[in-house]
Antibody, heavy 120, light 107 residues
Framework: EVQLLESGGGLVQPGGSLRLSCAASGFTFSSYTMSWVRQAPGKGLEWVSS????????YYADSVKGRFTISRDNSKNTLYLQMNSLRAEDTALYYC?????????????WGQGTTVTVSS | SYVLTQPPSVSVAPGKTARITCGGN??????VHWYQQKPGQAPVLVIY???DRPSGIPERFSGSNSGNTATLTISRVEAGDEADYYC??????????FGGGTKLTVL
């Protein structure tokens, strides 16, 4: 069964850091682009970042550029999101999602998400 | 930056047809993907590349894309279709763009 399982969310103070992980199973992880998408409470979906299958290409939303870093370890079938200089507006449910082999979208598999709360 | 505009809400009676639009500058030249999200659940891809349906998605779901508007059409609407729907495109400058979402209410 194709599955994505996020972890690493939690409560962090403004200015703090957090690293999210997404463990993939049931497919050849290294063959697919992967993305992080977030959803603030009561709001719509917001794309955060994407990475190519080999990790060589990365893409970021303007709202997180310079603060967040996406990476992947294909030997561990795991996607990461390193979040630094966190702000209150980063509070959201963070989903990881699988794209296609070459292109980032569409995303056909999603995890259940991990919650990040930035508050003092 | 590229912007996708969706109506905040659409209401439809059971058995009727719902149409959810997604507006964007020359969106017809892009590939549009649609997601369904029910409360407390992760999004589910329902239409990709304008009109293709993933396996397991009912034929009642269809899509079209031309000019400045893409449309998700749900025929013979059922109570279980009540959800938020999001359109999405890839833009060379903005990368991944989501519409603001449309809440479909089944009356």
């Amino acid at each position: 069964e194709v599955q994505l399982l996020e972890s690493g969310g939690g409560l962090v103070q403004p200015g703090g850091s957090l690293r999210l992980s997404c463990a993939a199973s049931g497919f050849t992880f290294s063959s697919y682009t992967m993305s992080w998408v977030r959803q603030a409470p009561g709001k719509g979906l917001e794309w955060v970042s994407s990475v190519s299958g080999n990790g060589g290409s990365t893409y970021y939303a303007d709202s997180v550029k310079g603060r967040f870093t996406i990476s992947r370890d294909n030997s561990k079938n795991t996607l990461y999101l390193q979040m630094n200089s966190l702000r209150a507006e980063d509070t959201a449910l963070y989903y990881c999602a699988r794209g296609e082999e070459i292109v980032v979208v569409p995303a056909d598999v999603w995890g259940q998400g991990t919650t990040v709360t930035v508050s003092s | 930056s590229y912007v996708l505009t969706q109506p905040p809400s659409v209401s439809v009676a059971p058995g009727k047809t719902a149409r959810i639009t997604c507006g964007g500058n020359n969106i017809g030249s892009k590939s549009v993907h649609w997601y369904q999200q029910k409360p407390g659940q992760a999004p589910v891809l329902v239409i990709y590349y304008d009109y293709d349906r993933p396996s397991g998605i009912p034929e009642r779901f269809s899509g079209s894309n031309s000019g400045n508007t893409a449309t998700l059409t749900i025929s013979r609407v059922e109570a279980g279709d009540e959800a938020d729907y999001y359109c999405q495109v890839w833009d060379s400058s903005s990368y991944v763009v989501f519409g603001g979402g449309t809440k479909l209410t089944v009356l």
